[in-house]
T-cell receptor, first 112, second 109 residues
Framework: ETGVTQSPTHLIKTRGQQVTLRCSSQ?????VSWYQQALGQGPQFIFQ???????GRGNFPPRFSGLQFPNYSSELNVNALELDDSALYLC???????????FGQGTRLTVV | GQSLEQPSEVTAVEGAIVQINCTYQ??????LSWYQQHDGGAPTFLSY????GLEETGRFSSFLSRSDSYGYLLLQELQMKDSASYFC??????????FGTGTRLQVFP
């Protein structure tokens, strides 16, 4: 167990809807990153938050947005869901400057 | 662009040694990490190389050559529980990780 928890574990949404995924970081970690993992692929970097500010973004459209809260928990919001958004969404927490990232079990999102 | 290449699949028997190679092309390289992911599970950190050379952690070792943009993960004394996907990932100076497509390791008795 990494101490990183994500909710919900599974979710089914309809195309065009909006979704919010949640992540609780490991205690003491000030950096959280979100990744999208399609079946059979490696995780793809969406964005990172450090001390409540976005600190880097991958090649994802603006309908992917996020928040980090003062307690370092985080949310990933996706608007106008598309079928291709179906994937495992992983949250990873870390200490700024440390190599090791601790991943949660992920949220499996299915868009129908 | 940025890319990491790994073999898609490797098979071995219990007790054997296996090496998973990774070549990368990326800007902003800070180091190379390795993660293990069992089916349905979360990626788990295995090893990290910031400098050239070999890092050893128990049965797992990782190597990096920055001049060759190449690294590998060496798994010794393979066990059935080592059957999983293994990802190399370039770490950038912002701590973001760029992952390869992964190598699926199957260990047979």
């Amino acid at each position: 167990e990494t101490g990183v928890t994500q909710s919900p574990t599974h979710l089914i949404k309809t195309r065009g809807q909006q979704v919010t995924l949640r992540c609780s970081s490991q205690s003491g970690h000030n950096t959280v990153s979100w990744y999208q993992q399609a079946l059979g692929q490696g995780p793809q970097f969406i964005f990172q938050y450090y001390r409540e500010e976005e600190n880097g973004r991958g090649n994802f459209p603006p309908r992917f947005s996020g928040l980090q809260f003062p307690n370092y928990s985080s949310e990933l919001n996706v608007n106008a869901l598309e079928l291709d958004d179906s994937a495992l969404y992983l949250c990873a927490s870390s200490l700024k400057g440390q190599a090791e990232a601790f991943f949660g079990q992920g949220t499996r999102l299915t868009v129908v | 662009g940025q890319s990491l290449e790994q073999p898609s699949e490797v098979t071995a028997v219990e007790g054997a040694i296996v090496q998973i190679n990774c070549t990368y092309q990326t800007s902003g390289f800070y180091g190379l990490s390795w993660y293990q992911q069992h089916d349905g599970g979360a990626p788990t950190f295995l090893s990290y190389n910031a400098l050239d050379g070999l890092e050893e952690t128990g049965r797992f070792s990782s190597f990096l050559s920055r001049s060759d943009s190449y690294g590998y993960l060496l798994l010794q004394e393979l066990q059935m529980k080592d059957s999983a996907s293994y990802f190399c990932a370039v770490r950038h100076n912002t701590d973001k990780l760029i992952f390869g497509t992964g190598t699926r390791l199957q260990v047979f008795p």
